[in-house]
């Protein structure tokens, strides 16, 4: 492998990273793909009525926007914002915790990621550092707000039903919250304001002016890649199907961009890219990335619009325009007959194309609810054929063939 070489010129607004990560986790929310950053501004409102520090209103605000990072299934989704309590809560507050506790730029978060279902009674005995447990319960209360008051935005009818939410919680006072936490909702939640706000079009306002706050550091190269090794992880849990298999692009790709000569920063680059470029599918319903039969033609369409949101996802950060770009087109084929953006011949680079032959490999090697995972052999027969006919770069197919068992260990993540 190629010596890493570390672009000294990248440099990452943390904000705007910060943003991509809360927009990815919120896809999985399907319809509704603003709860993690109505949690974040429910947590920091609240701190600010009670007087806390700035300090901790961003601690709180970015915990919001993050707090189920561990949550990459839409069903699972479904169920933590179905009921006010739910059994199989812990599993992605773990998972949360484990995502962001090396992420050195995010790690004081992980904690409070990793208690935030858990009950008040039970947390206030724990020897948790500093304000933790306080912390943590605050976004626990803000996000059992957002759950309860969420299915009443559409027809806003939120302000006839906040006397009841308010109730449901103010019963769980000491046993699930703590007092002080929703002494302070009890008073908040008298105003009108502090509902209307939760409107989407004042969300997203809330966000924008946020953009501002807070602090700016850049950070660099190595630690945006250790990040994207965080996004892979997110996008990977999505379905027991798709373990490891951004991973396997990104290997596979990288792999691949050394034998075609390509520069070390675009090897660099080109792995990144096949970590991020289905960040998109995290909005795909998992009834149809596990569906166990052929994709409908309503179905497929669905499938389609997720390689558009990966675009949209990472087109915030600018310093990666050309990564966004090299993922958002893996759907792309030389003829022009790809999806979403319909791009082929001289304007599809290279970088993309090696991306799409390394994430059709890594798919044809793992099983799939309708197949089982084929064999290199089979692979190649696809991929030579897929050539052929204009939907692969044949240059690139024939450096797999040249190199196919290699490849497809590679591939499957067992170099
Ligand atoms: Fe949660
Ligand atoms: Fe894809
Ligand atoms: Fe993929």
Redesign the pocket.
Known sequence: MTETIVPAELEIDLRQLVMTIANTVDLVGVDDVLHGRRVGMLAREMAIRMGWGEAEQLILYDAGLLHDCGVSSTRVHHRLVVDLEWSGAEEHCIRGYELLKDFQPLAHLALIIRYHHSAWSWLEQQSLPGNTALLANLIYLADRIDVLAAPYHADQSVLSHADEIRARLLAASGRLFSPELLAAFDKVSQEEAFWLGMQPEWVQQYLVDMEEHGDLRLIGWTEFKQCAGIFSHIIDAKSPYTEQ?SQG?SRLARHLAERSGLDAMTCEKIEVAGLL??IGKLQIPDEIIEGESALTPHEFDIMKSHSYGTLQVLKRLHAIADIARWASL?HETPDGHGYPFRVGGADLPIEARIINVA?IFQ?LAQNRPYRKSMTPEQILSILQERAAQGRADAGVVALVADDLDNCHQIAICHE
């Open positions: 298999h692009v470029h289905d893996h994430d798919a």
